[in-house]
């Protein structure tokens, strides 16, 4: 035990001694430091209430500010012209894209909700078709089950699709170059 514990001391003080002993100049690393803050300047841009812009999603506000390159264009690229410029394709302006992603969500809120109200109505049918002893009424909510799976597939069906159209969409975006924020 005692053997231990002394190889632990001794360990512990090796790790202690190890930095003073190595040659590190916490000094020097200061100014390298400071020299190389030096040369990366300071931004240009000022986050301010004039250049935060929001975007409201599923009842929330979040704030963006849109940064721009300092950098000149290179020779033959043209400067982003501003939005609503005359002119300008659509696909360079945010509300396009923003109408196309709240087209499909919505299309997928919908869909997602007439699919919960169909297994509502299925549930409720299956309990009428437990309730009931006759073999003719029973055949008649079996018809009416078979034909609300069929409409709950084929909803089933459209939710995948429009979940793929959402995930293209957002895949076209950003091979266009849209800033991912005009689709949060």
Request: aromatic share 8%; hydrophobic share 40%.
């Given at each position: 035990?005692?053997?231990?514990?002394?190889?632990?001391?001794?360990?512990?003080?090796?790790?202690?001694?190890?930095?003073?002993?190595?040659?590190?100049?916490?000094?020097?690393?200061?100014?390298?430091?400071?020299?190389?803050?030096?040369?990366?300047?300071?931004?240009?841009?000022?986050?301010?209430?004039?250049?935060?812009?929001?975007?409201?999603?599923?009842?929330?506000?979040?704030?963006?500010?849109?940064?721009?390159?300092?950098?000149?264009?290179?020779?033959?690229?043209?400067?982003?012209?501003?939005?609503?410029?005359?002119?300008?394709?659509p696909e360079k302006q945010?509300?396009?894209?923003?109408?196309?992603?709240?087209?499909?969500?919505?299309?997928?809120?919908?869909?997602?909700?007439?699919?919960?109200?169909?297994?509502?109505?299925?549930?409720?049918?299956?309990?009428?078709?437990?309730?009931?002893?006759?073999?003719?009424?029973?055949?008649?909510?079996?018809?009416?089950?078979?034909?609300?799976?069929?409409?709950?597939?084929?909803?089933?069906?459209?939710?995948?699709?429009?979940?793929?159209?959402?995930?293209?969409?957002?895949?076209?975006?950003?091979?266009?170059?849209?800033?991912?924020?005009?689709?949060?």
């Amino acid at each position: 035990m005692k053997v231990t514990l002394a190889f632990l001391l001794v360990c512990f003080l090796g790790a202690a001694a190890t930095p003073v002993f190595s040659g590190i100049d916490l000094m020097a690393m200061k100014k390298q430091e400071e020299e190389r803050r030096k040369k990366l300047g300071k931004s240009k841009i000022a986050v301010n209430d004039n250049n935060v812009n929001t975007v409201s999603t599923g009842g929330k506000k979040y704030g963006f500010v849109q940064m721009e390159s300092e950098e000149a264009p290179a020779a033959g690229e043209e400067t982003a012209p501003a939005a609503g410029k005359k002119g300008e394709s659509p696909e360079k302006q945010p509300e396009y894209w923003k109408k196309q992603q709240d087209e499909l969500t919505g299309r997928i809120a919908g869909l997602k909700a007439d699919i919960e109200g169909a297994q509502l109505e299925l549930n409720k049918l299956w309990a009428d078709f437990y309730i009931k002893n006759v073999a003719v009424e029973q055949q008649a909510i079996r018809d009416q089950i078979a034909q609300k799976t069929n409409e709950m597939e084929q909803k089933k069906v459209f939710l995948r699709e429009a979940q793929e159209q959402l995930e293209a969409l957002f895949e076209q975006a950003r091979k266009a170059g849209v800033p991912p924020g005009w689709l949060r």
